[in-house]
């Protein structure tokens, strides 16, 4: 029997037409309870629902028990407070998505029936939540599942929302307002119910009402339920963090492998800070960094003043092996905007024997004074050996550093960084000069006096200087009394050639140390945690390129060093070094040959044959430098090396003896565990002619 489920407001108006079947033997609806009238008593405005002027058959069914259901619902949800304002229950075309949800399946698991009715729900546009769940009890109650639209219900307003903001205007005047808040709920009488079934886990899935009372969304981005990341999307995303990969280029991985994926940028920050707020565990910062430090194995000292940390100074394991096999030449410099506190972060570089550039430690100091300083400089002092400390310390004029360097290092012959001290040549002394074509000549005049490389030269280039631009006094004070007077024998080339720098008469190699890390860094506002992170990545890539240097030069047999007398360096001296042999330049004015060796040893239980080195330097001399002198002669040479493996010294002897040149030389090594491929001799070979 066909029958009709008539809704009326409380002026007893029709408004919703069901139409559905009366099972026979039941009474019509006209004594339907008021009360379910009534309810729909504040939407007037349903009668927008009326299209044309006929009523619209909002649910074409054959199940009078599914109409009712929808009813009492309906009644249920209208039991709590008052929806909030605005809602557009009713006010849109209501769609049923029944037939989309029904199955006959069997589910192996609630696990799998959820994700089934999220992945029909993300194929219509509608996004499933749980509203219910209950799982069983004793007796015949069984596990069941309670599925809605993420739009079920209505807003139930309590006193937080009542809570102001406080925020100034244009004129800073504080002021408070209304928080902005709202609410997707709209009374929405989509329900799915799973019920576990038979003794195991299986489930079924039933369509309690498949009616929506609001459009359907268009997209699903923007919808933070349904962009929640997965657990092996999450997982990727704490990977690609500790990787240093931006958050955009995290989306663009995660949507790549998943297309069904509506993830937003503002879901990639929320996980970023879930996941880091888990992983400090409620510590502080500073406690967050001293953490990370020792789980890494990291080599670190800090002073406090009172419960603040003042100076925090940090290195790697294999940083100081490195340090101790290459400990000839480093490089000092401070950088900043690296923190949002401000701190200046000390970096010490030094460098390999295959002229890579090495990071030595950092510290984080504050403030910039010669007591920072010294301190810094005894934390690295401690983990040195007398046979391994530095030959040759690069910095800029900061006197501070100047006077530690002294006290913890005296026997380190200190350099200028020329740079620098070019950069502030140019800053004072160029507004000095009344045209451009004169400040050009003082500045070449002043080069080739830094270039000099004997001391004749550069008095003779002094005097130069001095007559030509004796009307620009001031230019020539500045010089004299800032940079000549004290410091000439830290930048000029006639003292600073006296000893071996590899070619480090400047601190760019800091410098590029710097913006490489800043590079990474990607803004100036981070806290020590994530600075060291980045500091950490870009350890573990140099260590890794360092080692990949070495083994490139013990196997890789450039074309140009086929040489027969080559054949005892190939692949026990680094290439870079043998580019500088072949490249040696012969001064016949002064008879002066210079030769820098720079041998890495890598196995430690393998002797080098020195004589057969020094053989292959002086066959080549002789015969380049033929026209020289014919009374020149080579009488004989000797060598020693020492190794001990138990404290990790080694000692290189040698000494040439001949008619035209006599010199002794002590060279200091490092022979390591087998374990460690770092290790190297640095050989300083000079011949001098007559």
Same mark, same amino acid.
């Given at each position: 029997? /066909? ?200 489930? /079924? ?213 020329? %740079? ?9 002394? /160029? ?28 008095? @003779? ?33 006639? %003292? ?33 945690? @994530? ?28 074309? @140009? ?71 020149? @002669? ?14 990790? /010294? ?9 008619? %035209? ?25 000079? %011949?001098?002619?007559?």
């Amino acid at each position: 029997m /066909k029958g009709e489920i008539e809704v009326r407001d409380a002026s007893n108006e029709s408004l919703v037409v069901f139409s559905t079947s009366v099972p026979n033997g039941t009474d019509n609806f006209g004594g339907m309870p008021p009360k379910l009238c009534i309810f729909f008593g504040w939407i007037s405005p349903v009668r927008n629902l009326i299209f044309g002027g006929d009523p619209l058959n909002l649910l074409p069914t054959t199940n009078l028990i599914q109409a009712i259901l929808i009813l009492l619902t309906l009644k249920e949800q209208n039991q709590g407070d008052a929806p909030t304002e605005g809602n557009n229950v009713g006010t849109e075309c209501v769609m049923d998505y029944s037939d989309q949800f029904t199955t006959y399946s069997i589910f192996n698991g609630r696990d799998a029936l959820l994700r089934w009715a999220r992945e029909q729900g993300k194929l219509n546009n509608i996004v499933i939540v749980i509203k219910r769940s209950d799982y069983g009890g004793e007796g015949k109650r069984r596990p069941r599942v309670i599925l809605a639209c993420e739009r079920n219900g209505n807003y139930k307003s309590c006193k937080s929302s009542e809570t102001t903001d406080i925020r100034s205007d244009a004129n800073s005047d504080m002021k408070k307002c209304a928080r902005d808040t709202g609410t997707k709920k709209c009374g929405c009488s989509f329900l799915l119910k799973g019920v576990n079934i038979g003794d195991g886990d299986d489930w /079924k899935l039933e369509v309690v009402c498949g009616v929506h009372n609001h459009p359907i969304s268009e997209y699903l981005q923007g919808h933070s339920f349904v962009g929640r990341l997965t657990e092996e999307e999450n997982a990727l995303l704490v990977d690609m963090s500790k990787s240093l990969v931006k958050p955009r280029d995290i989306l663009v991985t995660i949507k790549d492998r998943d297309a069904m994926n509506v993830s937003t940028m503002k879901t990639i920050y929320n996980a970023r800070i879930r996941n880091r707020t888990k992983e400090f565990a409620g510590r502080t910062q500073m406690q967050q960094l001293l953490t990370k430090l020792s789980e890494q194995n990291y080599i670190e000292w800090h002073r406090t003043s009172g419960d603040i940390v003042t100076d925090l100074f940090w290195t790697h394991p294999i940083n100081i092996d490195i340090l101790r096999a290459f400990p000839h030449v480093l490089i000092i410099d401070c950088t900043y905007k690296t923190n949002r506190y401000r701190f200046p972060l000390l970096q010490i570089v030094g460098v390999t024997s295959t002229n890579m550039t090495f990071s030595v430690a950092y510290m984080y100091m504050n403030p910039e004074k010669e007591d920072n300083y010294t301190w810094a400089l005894t934390a690295l002092r401690s983990l040195l050996d007398d046979n391994c400390l530095p030959g040759v310390i690069v910095t800029d004029r900061e006197l501070a550093l100047l006077n530690s360097i002294t006290s913890i290092f005296p026997k380190a012959r200190h350099l200028l960084c020329r %740079w620098h001290i070019n950069k502030g040549v140019l800053a004072n002394c /160029k507004k000095l000069f009344g045209t451009l074509k004169q400040w050009k000549q003082f500045n070449d005049d002043w080069n080739t006096l830094v270039g000099s490389e004997t001391e004749e030269e550069y008095w @003779r280039c002094l005097r130069q200087i001095e007559s030509k631009f004796n009307e620009f006094q001031k230019a020539l004070e500045y010089i004299h009394e800032n940079w000549l007077n004290p410091f000439k024998d830290r930048f000029v080339a006639a %003292w600073t050639d006296t000893c071996m720098h590899l070619g480090s008469t400047t601190s760019n190699r800091a410098e590029s140390a710097h913006a490489k890390l800043k590079r990474q860094l990607r803004s100036s506002q981070l806290n020590f945690e @994530r600075s060291w992170v980045t500091i950490h990545s870009l350890l573990e890539l140099e260590h890794t390129e360092i080692k990949a240097s070495f083994e490139k030069s013990r196997c890789f047999i450039q074309h @140009r060093f086929r040489h027969p007398e080559l054949r005892e360096l190939v692949g026990f001296v680094s290439l870079s070094r043998l580019g500088m042999y072949l490249n040696i330049t012969i001064l016949s004015s002064s008879y002066i040959f210079n030769l820098c060796v720079n041998i890495t040893i890598i196995s430690r239980n393998y002797i080098f044959n020195l004589c057969s080195i020094l053989n292959v330097c002086w066959r080549r001399w002789q015969r380049a430098s033929s026209m020289v002198s014919k009374d020149l @002669r080579w009488q004989g040479m000797s060598s020693s090396m020492f190794c001990d493996a138990g404290n990790g /010294k080694g000692i290189l002897q040698w000494f040439c003896d001949g008619g %035209w040149c006599k010199w002794d030389g002590v060279c200091d090594g490092v022979c390591l565990q087998e374990e460690r491929i770092f290790g190297g001799v640095w050989l300083d070979i000079r %011949w001098g002619g007559v």
